[in-house]
């Protein structure tokens, strides 16, 4: 057997062990948020649904594969768009179809529209640049070139039958818990959690685990992690998501308390810098309070200012050219 397999196989063993350990620990039946009434459920297209759709031109079709592709393996592009070791997927579970794990689609459905985060209307284009620069610490394809057109066919198509204009949907984000956090929130908790249920795959230094210049579980922070302006810095973000899709396999396993404990803990580590940073840490919290208010960033924590610095990771630049504002004035 060659020695890539070995680990592999040895590595799927050691979390095989870690999924045992942690349900032996709790039994209980996995519990997902119900859908409020009133909110309109919309079933994402399959793969084999894109494979086999009549109405698809084959050109088209070939768009939309290559536009799932770069979802799903957006390692393809390391250097390029990507300067972290995530791909889109992995907090957009399940292909990105998932409910309760940020489905992609309503992006497509409710875009173009005002976002909060950047204070002006976006494209669907602009939305997709937005994980680019945050979550995947990365350099967003040009709009307009065949790699967005790709990504974007992708968002469009999954959303196939949907209303467009209603964003009274079901299951969408990741955001069940509320935004407050608890009063009572610990680091010392969410570190123990960490090490009964997360650190067998994601590392004991939150790093995760790459084999062969594979990833095979994503980093939760550090260089290879998602930076400071991205969504899961927020602590209920980050709580919500976990609560819903982690341990993996396990959804809804952890107790309320324990998402909370454990998004607070992971989110209090050093990530790489966030592309709106104006070089004075006050002074871009202070600008971007609205956002910042939900994170640790600018926070004294263990005896250092999170955020306070200058490292952007593997990626060579600060902020992408792409991420401008916009006036109608
Ligand atoms: C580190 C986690 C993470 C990664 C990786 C990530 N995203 Fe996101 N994404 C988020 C979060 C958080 C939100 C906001 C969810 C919410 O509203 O609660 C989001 C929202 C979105 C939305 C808007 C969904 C809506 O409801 O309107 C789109 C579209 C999207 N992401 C596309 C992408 C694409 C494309 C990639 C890969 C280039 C990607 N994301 C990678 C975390 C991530
Ligand atoms: C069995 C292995 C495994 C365990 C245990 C596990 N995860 Fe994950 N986690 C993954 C994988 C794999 C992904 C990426 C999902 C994908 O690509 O399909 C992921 C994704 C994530 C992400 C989003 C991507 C990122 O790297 O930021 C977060 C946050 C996360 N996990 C937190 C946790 C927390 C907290 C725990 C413990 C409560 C945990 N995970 C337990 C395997 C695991």
Known sequence: MDTSLKITLSLIGLSLAGLAIAQSQSPGEVKLPEFEQGKYVHEAPTLSDIENDPNLHKELRKVILKGRDMFMNTQQYRGEYVFNDMDCKSC???????PWAAPVWPAATTLPDFRGKNQHVNS????IAGCFSFSMNGKPPEYGSDDMLAIVAYHQYMAKGAKV?????????????????????????GKKVYEDNCAVCHGQNGGGKTVDGQVVFPPLWGDASYNWGAGMTRIFTAASFIQNNMPLGQ????????AWNVAYFI?????????????????TREKYKNFY???LYGQEINGQVLGDHDNTGEKPFLKPEILKSRSFD
């Not at 989110?267 to 002074?283: F, L, S, V």
């Open 267 to 283: 989110n209090a580590h050093e990530r790489p810098q966030d592309p709106r940073y104006t070089g004075e840490i006050k002074e």
């Open 251 to 258: 959804p809804g396993r952890l107790s309320d308390e324990e």
């Open 92 to 98: 957009h579970m399940g292909e990105g179809r998932l």
């Open 293 to 295: 208010q939900w994170s």
């Open 165 to 189: 204009y209603d964003s009274n949907i079901a299951g969408r984000g990741f955001s069940h818990l509320g935004k407050q956090m608890p009063e009572n929130i610990s680091y010392d908790a």
């Open 124 to 127: 669907l284009e602009e939305r």
